[in-house]
């Protein structure tokens, strides 16, 4: 064994690859924290991104349904996903969709709740009836008379912006391994000995991390407390449609929470917004959930379905409170969370991704990160007094 590394990350979806972006070129001049680091000569750090399959992204990150809303993961969420606002929209990442959270006339006091629930953070959002609804969802049945607007919802180009801090990686010098599974790690000194099976070993200093539905599984792997993050299924069909969706519908969300349609390239995306508890997998698409997703279509749009072209399923992992997970394990040194990141981590990726190098290097918060409340995302807050 001969690789010597700074930093190594698990898992190059999302969250690895944004992490890996930021942390790139990172000095480790003293300011890397962790005893491991102290001590160590100036210089750039020697980071390794890992990841067990043959490419980065194939299974959540590759899955997902592709919006940016500004609303999506409640109010906790928000901070992350206006942080990440100014960065994706820059970068060209973002195409305006808007969004739409539909209820029935029984629903009055859930509009009103849900929009108590986002007072003062931030987000836009707007009361309509039934004749705005009628006229952004045609062919919306009877019965559907309450809306909430977000208009400033956007699709996100997720493949764009996976492969965007791919490049960042690279170019700043992050050394990319895939068929490389994390299967056992030993704590020697102040350096971890990581063992990827017949792809080798390696050492780091550093073990961050961001190995989504697998996290809980890294964490045991390292010897630090899992957190309890669940991997729960999500399923997505591909549908054909009479009278095809028009491009400009926006994104279609029940305030209730049992579905979500977009179109897609002359297509609908339909989501029967199914939270399935699962232990971590390469996900699929169950028959009964396309079945649950159509039928709550049914209900809502007389849009005829002509074919289920495609449907796939990923895991969204959620910690026990749905926050996502930033920082080091209060019970294990040299070991770094970037994980829970749930039904949120493209739209939340830039700001986790800076927030998360900045506590990772103990460097300066700046304009992107200033606003984000570090013991909100702290793994310490799930592991009980005893830990703290
Ligand atoms: C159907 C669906 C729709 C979604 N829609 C949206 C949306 O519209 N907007 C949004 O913001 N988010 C959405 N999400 C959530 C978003 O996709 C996730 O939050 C995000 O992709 C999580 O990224 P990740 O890097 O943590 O996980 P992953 O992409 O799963 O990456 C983790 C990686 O770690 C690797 N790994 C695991 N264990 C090991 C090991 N021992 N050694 C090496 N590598 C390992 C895995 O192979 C995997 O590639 C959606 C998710 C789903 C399923």
């Known amino acids: 064994m001969s690789d010597q590394f700074d930093i190594a990350i698990i898992g190059a979806g999302m969250a690895g690859a944004s992490i890996a972006g930021e942390l790139a070129g990172a000095s480790i001049a003293g300011e890397l924290s962790g005893a491991s680091i102290a001590g160590k000569p100036a210089g750039q750090a020697r980071i390794l991104l890992v990841e067990a399959e043959a490419h980065p992204g194939y299974h959540t990150t590759g899955r997902s349904a592709a919006f940016w809303e500004e609303c999506y993961g409640g109010p906790d969420i928000v901070p992350l996903t206006l942080a990440s606002g100014a960065y994706l929209r820059e970068g060209g990442f973002l195409a305006p969709r808007g969004a739409l959270y539909i209820s029935q006339d029984d629903g009055g006091a859930q509009v009103s709740a849900f929009i108590d629930s986002f007072a003062g953070t931030g987000v836009t959002?707007?009361?309509?009836?039934?004749?705005?609804?009628?006229?952004?969802?045609?062919?919306?049945?009877?019965?559907?008379?309450?809306?909430?607007?977000?208009?400033?919802?956007?699709?996100?180009?997720?493949?764009?912006?996976?492969?965007?801090?791919?490049?960042?990686?690279?170019?700043?010098?992050?050394?990319?391994?895939?068929?490389?599974?994390?299967?056992?790690?030993?704590?020697?000194?102040?350096?971890?000995?990581?063992?990827?099976?017949?792809?080798?070993?390696?050492?780091?200093?550093?073990?961050?991390?961001?190995?989504?539905?697998?996290?809980?599984?890294?964490?045991?792997?390292?010897?630090?407390?899992?957190l309890g993050i669940v991997p729960y299924r999500r399923t997505v069909?591909?549908?054909r449609i009479a009278p095809a969706p028009r491009a400009d519908l926006p994104l279609v969300l029940d305030l209730g929470g049992s579905f979500y349609f977009k179109p897609e390239n002359g297509r609908l995306w339909l989501s029967p917004h199914d939270e399935t508890p699962t232990t971590a997998c390469d996900a699929a698409a169950e028959e009964w959930d396309i079945a649950l997703a159509i039928d709550r279509l049914e209900q809502v749009v007389d849009w005829r379905i002509e074919a289920v072209e495609r449907k796939w399923?990923?895991?969204?992992?959620?910690?026990?409170?749905?926050?996502?997970?930033?920082?080091?394990?209060?019970?294990?040194?040299?070991f770094f969370w970037c994980a829970g990141q749930g039904?949120?981590?493209?739209?939340?990726?830039?700001?986790?991704?800076?927030?998360?190098?900045?506590?990772?290097?103990?460097?300066?918060?700046?304009?992107?990160?200033?606003?984000?409340?570090?013991?909100?995302?702290?793994?310490?807050?799930?592991?009980?007094?005893?830990?703290l």
Request: glycine share 12%; proline share 5%; hydrophobic share 45%.
């Open 343 to 387: 039904g949120y981590g493209i739209q939340t990726a830039p700001a986790g991704a800076r927030f998360a190098a900045q506590l990772l290097t103990r460097s300066a918060r700046d304009a992107m990160t200033m606003a984000l409340d570090e013991k909100l995302y702290s793994p310490a807050r799930l592991l009980g007094s005893a830990l």
């Open 125 to 226: 959002i707007e009361k309509l009836g039934r004749g705005a609804i009628e006229h952004m969802v045609p062919g919306i049945r009877p019965g559907w008379t309450r809306a909430i607007a977000q208009p400033n919802c956007a699709d996100i180009d997720v493949a764009g912006l996976h492969q965007h801090y791919l490049a960042m990686a690279r170019r700043g010098g992050v050394a990319l391994r895939c068929h490389h599974r994390l299967q056992a790690a030993e704590r020697e000194g102040t350096t971890w000995r990581l063992d990827f099976g017949q792809a080798g070993a390696v050492r780091a200093n550093l073990v961050v991390n961001a190995a989504g539905a697998w996290a809980d599984e890294v964490a045991t792997i390292c010897g630090a407390r899992p």
């Open 313 to 334: 399923a990923g895991l969204r992992s959620f910690a026990p409170d749905r926050r996502p997970v930033y920082g080091f394990a209060p019970d294990r040194e040299g």
């Open 237 to 239: 069909a591909q549908l």
